[in-house]
């Protein structure tokens, strides 16, 4: 039994030695973005800056934009922008002139009209620039594609026919037509940086057009079988390159072609580059209070002092008073208060009118003799002393009078 179980373990031992010795551990790459390449499409671009020794910086606002920054900054403008408005346009035609950079992405045009194709970018149009969009075509309309699709059995012999042809304009055109291959346009060529061929993949339905101009020098462009692509013109001592999109640039499309070479032209001042995405003219608001900021003080202040003047203004919360059982003094006040009502005034009388006399006993021994000397001290009238020491009360405001002058004789004899 142990034999088996040694062979057991030799055998597995050799197959597991066999594995690591026959096999070996492939490695392979996988493309991975950070988070914020979601978020910032030109990610990969200002990394690229950075390492050129460029400080870079994303704008959204015009109030972000404005004032302009110094004009060794090169200003990277896309194309979805609302109408900047006359004065800020010519502030940074102005901000060009005096040795800015603005590279400028042509805005969208939309529609299927003629008048719908061509409308003019108020920003482009100061420099003699214009967009037009290229009418889409039809892949129905194509004649080729419809003669084959009748002819089938042609197909194997125009295959051939394309394979052996060594112009490379058929030659797409074959692939294009037998493999359904997606049409696109072949890369923008430009030579008028360094006198060597440059491609650029600019890959859109829009197309520029220029038109000369005082002051106006075109020194750059770049252009396909569609139509041009680039256009750079010189402003004074500054200069504005058009281009129908900046998709070069974004981080899916920065490493093909010559489209980091073309970002290192256009930066080659060394100064700091702005990308500027989706600004549009402030919001209402926010203009209303730059614009006209003391009026709308002026109504706030107005609004809120007839918010004072009409709103209820309650006083303090009013509490019933508190009963509060344990006062003695109201206690004998009640207990008082119930013996006039029943007749026995004459009893609440009688310990005062005792501590009374005992006080005019002092005086003298005889209550005859001793009651003018009381009256002498007292300053009153005898009469109120015999009367408080002798008669009964007959009303309230006779009895409080005897309780007076007992009050008195006690508390000052």
């Known amino acids: 039994m142990k034999r088996w179980?040694?062979?057991?373990?030799?055998?597995?031992?050799?197959?597991?030695g066999g594995y690591y010795w026959a096999t070996e551990p492939v490695r392979y790459m996988a493309p991975a973005y950070p988070e914020a390449a979601a978020r910032d499409p030109y990610?990969?671009?200002?990394?690229?800056?950075?390492?050129?020794?460029?400080?870079?910086?994303?704008v959204f606002s015009t109030r972000a934009l404005f004032p302009l920054p110094a004009t060794d900054t090169t200003l990277i403008m896309d194309p979805y922008r609302g109408d900047l408005g006359?004065?800020?346009?010519?502030?940074?035609?102005?901000?060009?002139?005096?040795?800015?950079?603005?590279?400028?992405?042509?805005?969208p045009v939309y529609g299927d009209r003629d008048e719908d194709r061509e409308r003019a970018d108020p920003l482009l149009e100061q420099v003699g620039i214009n967009a037009r969009r290229l009418p889409e075509k039809d892949p129905d309309d194509d004649p080729m594609a419809e003669l084959l699709g009748r002819f089938q059995p042609m197909e194997s012999l125009?295959?051939?026919?394309?394979?052996?042809?060594?112009?490379e304009e058929t030659r797409r055109q074959c692939e294009r037509l037998t493999c359904e291959a997606p049409p696109r346009a072949a890369p923008a060529?430009?030579?008028?940086?360094?006198?060597?061929?440059?491609?650029?993949?600019?890959?859109?339905?829009?197309?520029?057009?220029?038109?000369?101009?005082?002051?106006?020098?075109?020194?750059v462009l770049a252009g396909n079988d569609q139509g041009l692509k680039l256009v750079q013109v010189a402003v004074g001592e500054g200069r504005v390159t058009a281009t129908t999109g900046l998709r070069l640039w974004d981080n899916d499309h920065l490493h093909y072609f010559d489209h980091a070479w073309l970002l290192r032209q256009l930066t080659d001042?060394?100064?700091?580059v702005w990308f500027v995405q989706g600004i549009d003219m402030p919001p209402l608001p926010l203009w209303l209070w730059e614009h006209a900021w003391p009026p709308i003080l002026a109504l706030v202040l107005a609004l809120a002092l007839w918010l004072w003047r009409r709103l209820p203004r309650p006083g303090p919360l009013w509490r019933p008073p508190a009963r509060d059982t344990t006062d003695y003094l109201g206690h004998l006040r009640a207990l008082g208060h119930f013996h006039w009502r029943t007749g026995q005034g004459e009893a609440l009388l009688a310990p005062l009118r005792d501590a009374a006399r005992r006080r005019l006993a002092l005086l003298h021994p005889d209550p005859e003799q001793a009651l003018p000397l009381a009256a002498e001290r007292l300053a009153l009238p005898e009469h109120d002393l015999r009367e408080a020491l002798d008669a009964s009360?007959?009303?309230?405001?006779?009895?409080?009078?005897?309780?007076?002058?007992?009050?008195?004789?006690?508390s000052r004899l």
């Open 189 to 219: 060529l430009t030579r008028d940086f360094d006198g060597l061929p440059r491609r650029l993949r600019i890959d859109n339905p829009l197309v520029l057009g220029y038109q000369g101009g005082e002051g106006l020098h075109y020194s």
């Open 43 to 58: 990610l990969a671009a200002r990394t690229l800056l950075e390492e050129w020794h460029h400080d870079t910086r994303r």
């Open 158 to 167: 125009f295959l051939e026919y394309c394979l052996g042809n060594d112009d």
């Open 269 to 272: 001042g060394g100064g700091p």
């Open 5 to 16: 179980t040694v062979l057991f373990l030799v055998a597995v031992a050799a197959l597991v």
């Open 86 to 107: 006359r004065d800020r346009i010519e502030g940074l035609l102005a901000w060009v002139a005096a040795g800015g950079h603005l590279v400028v992405a042509a805005r």
């Open 393 to 410: 009360p007959v009303d309230r405001p006779g009895w409080i009078r005897r309780v007076a002058v007992l009050q008195q004789i006690r």
